[in-house]
């Protein structure tokens, strides 16, 4: 069974940094594209980065780039987003979810449950 | 960057047929995927590569892409189906990955 478990959110001043973590079981890790997608609290989705299985090439949104960086650890199944510099407008719960298989633009089938990052003072 | 459209909400009564639509420029071009997400709840896929249903998907739930529209088809709808509804499409563009807006399906 696929599982996907975030953690590592949390209340954190403006400024300031956090890293998520998302422990992935039930599948080959190293296979699968992954990515983050957040959601702020009544909005709708909103992608953030995506690690690429076959080429380990990185993509990230206009709106994190320079401020997250998303990594992975296939040793460890699993994938991080380190975020610095965090603004108000981060606040939302931030998902992690199982890309295609070597396919960077393939859908998200599983999903985590999501961790709430609050940004504020 | 890509623009996906999406109507806010779509209402309809039990049994009936629900199309909700995302537009997007030639639309058609592109692989479209589009997600459930239930009140309090992670997304999850219902329509992968404008047509296919993972498995656990009720064939109730369709899809359709062409010109500048991709369309989620629910027929006989249910009181269950009632959440919200987002399309995705991957775009070669400064931001690979796009979500519509999403549309909150109301079953009256």
């Known amino acids: 069974e696929v599982q996907l478990l975030e953690s590592g959110g949390g209340l954190v001043q403006p400024g300031g940094s956090l890293r998520l973590s998302c422990a992935a079981s039930?599948?080959?890790?190293?296979?699968?594209?992954m990515s983050w997608v957040r959601q702020a609290p009544g909005k709708g989705l909103e992608w953030v980065s995506t690690?690429?299985?076959?080429?380990?090439?990185?993509y990230s949104a206009d709106s994190v780039k320079g401020r997250f960086t998303i990594s992975r650890d296939n040793s460890k199944n699993t994938l991080y987003l380190h975020m610095n510099s965090l603004r108000a407008e981060d606040t939302a719960v931030y998902y992690c979810?199982?890309?295609?298989?070597?396919?960077?633009?393939?859908?998200?089938?599983?999903w985590g449950q999501g961790t709430l990052v609050t940004v504020s003072s | 960057s890509y623009v996906l459209t999406q109507p806010p909400s779509v209402s309809v009564a039990p049994g009936k047929t629900a199309r909700i639509t995302c537009g997007g420029n030639?639309?058609?071009?592109?692989?479209v995927h589009w997600y459930q997400q239930k009140p309090g709840q992670a997304p999850v896929l219902v329509i992968y590569?404008?047509?296919d249903r993972p498995s656990g998907i009720p064939e109730r739930l369709s899809g359709s892409n062409s010109g500048n529209t991709a369309t989620l088809t629910i027929s006989r709808v249910e009181a269950g189906d009632e959440a919200d509804y987002y399309c995705?499409?991957?775009?070669?563009?400064?931001?690979?990955?796009?979500f519509g807006g999403g549309t909150k399906l109301t079953v009256l």
């Open positions: 995705q499409v991957w775009d070669s563009s400064s931001d690979p990955v796009v």
């Open positions: 590569y404008e047509s």
């Open positions: 690690f690429s299985a076959s080429d380990h090439n990185t």
């Open positions: 979810a199982r890309g295609g298989y070597y396919d960077t633009s393939g859908p998200m089938g599983y």
């Open positions: 030639n639309i058609g071009s592109k692989s």
């Open positions: 039930g599948f080959t890790f190293s296979s699968y594209a």
